[in-house]
């Protein structure tokens, strides 16, 4: 026996060698081959598909190559025809907007511009800073044709602070003028002591000129009240005013107030204004400059008063600190030391 190989052999050779076979030949064939016989009839079915294939590509060839200069005329004709309705858009819009409908344009711009100059300036009125508010102007005769100027200004915003310069004016006379600051929120006293003047001063009004505000920067400081508390945390005790005292037959008073910073920052030339008060009314005003405040520093400071010494039942001490000013702080000291980590690490 020769096995299945043998018998696949024996019918591809018989199928290529041998001519083509009747159908009842054709059958026995198949009978003798088996499983492994090659049917003769489906290489023309293959050759009829490969057939049909061909004519449709050469039918797709013919149809292009008669063709093709037609199409290469309509696309050149339609990319014409798209640029002709560019040029004419582009006609007709320069024409409408610079004969046509000039006139009706700048009408229209002319009513948005008013328009939006209205919004700009209700915007700009509601997001700008509050004017400063001020108290009237109190004068205190001390003698000798002297006179002390006191207001109370108030910063009414919370996100703005403000540097100005003012001046008290009285009569035809002006007093020297004195910068300032007000931080937001804040309600301080301007004072201007001692000023000569020709008789009694009645009428007299503060200006304030070189008014610069400035808004808050978020970024920076996103929680101001913390950021000022730290800063000006200035603890005022045992506040005491005598007028008691007398030098060379001549009373003159005295106020002696502790301070202590209970910051983390040291300060040059702090200023503290004293206010005597006779029930809730100023009846006195004063301000004293220390070359220095440390951090976590007490102070004792004492102010003399000469003139007319008023009677008070209170003192008032403000402290005033231009914390935006940077020439204000003292620079940080400290030792440098060694780590006790790292020195035990290194043992």
């Known amino acids: 026996m020769l096995g299945k190989g043998w018998d696949a052999f024996v019918c591809l050779r018989v199928s290529c060698v041998s001519p083509p076979l009747p159908p009842q030949d054709s059958r026995v064939l198949s009978t003798v081959c088996g499983p492994h016989m090659i049917s003769a009839m489906e290489e023309p079915k293959l050759l009829l598909e490969e057939e049909k294939e061909f004519k449709r590509l050469y039918r797709l060839s013919v149809w292009w190559v008669s063709h093709r200069a037609l199409l290469r005329r309509l696309g050149l004709g ?13 006609l007709w819009t320069f024409l409408d907007s610079f004969a046509i409908s000039y006139g009706d344009d700048q009408r229209e711009v002319a009513k948005l511009a008013v328009f939006g100059q209205e919004d700009l300036r209700a915007y700009s009125k509601a997001s700008a800073a509050a004017p400063i508010a001020q108290e009237a102007v109190r004068v205190f005769d001390i003698g000798g044709n002297r006179q002390d100027f006191y207001t109370q200004l108030v910063n009414p915003n919370e996100d703005w602070w403000v540097e100005f310069t003012s001046q008290f004016a009285f009569g035809n006379s002006l ?7 007000l931080l937001p929120g804040e309600s301080k ?3 201007a002591l001692a000023v000569e003047s020709n008789g009694p001063v009645s009428g007299a009004e503060l200006l304030l000129s070189n008014v610069i505000w400035h808004r808050l920067d978020a970024h920076e400081i996103p929680d101001y009240p913390t950021w000022q508390d730290d800063r000006l945390r200035m603890e005022i005790t045992d506040a005491v005013f005598t007028n008691e005292t007398g030098f060379e037959g001549k009373p003159f008073g005295r106020t002696t107030f502790q301070v202590f910073n209970n910051t983390a920052f040291g300060y040059y030339d702090p200023v503290f204004y004293v206010l005597l008060k006779r029930g809730a009314s100023v009846v006195g005003v004063n301000r004293v400059t220390v070359a220095s405040l440390g951090a976590g520093e007490r102070a004792e400071i004492a102010l003399n008063w000469f003139g007319i010494l008023p009677s008070a039942s209170a003192v008032e001490v403000v402290p005033d600190l231009a914390l935006f000013d940077p020439r204000v702080y003292q620079q940080l000291q400290g030792t440098t030391g060694i780590d006790a980590r790292t020195r035990a690490g290194s043992r």
Not at 79 to 90: H, I, P, S
Not at 175 to 181: A, D, I, K
Request: net charge negative; glycine share 4%.
């Open 78 to 90: 339609a990319l014409a025809a798209f640029d002709a309705m560019l040029l004419l858009f582009a």
């Open 175 to 181: 007093t020297p003028p004195s910068p300032g600051l």
């Open 189 to 191: 006293p301007v004072i």
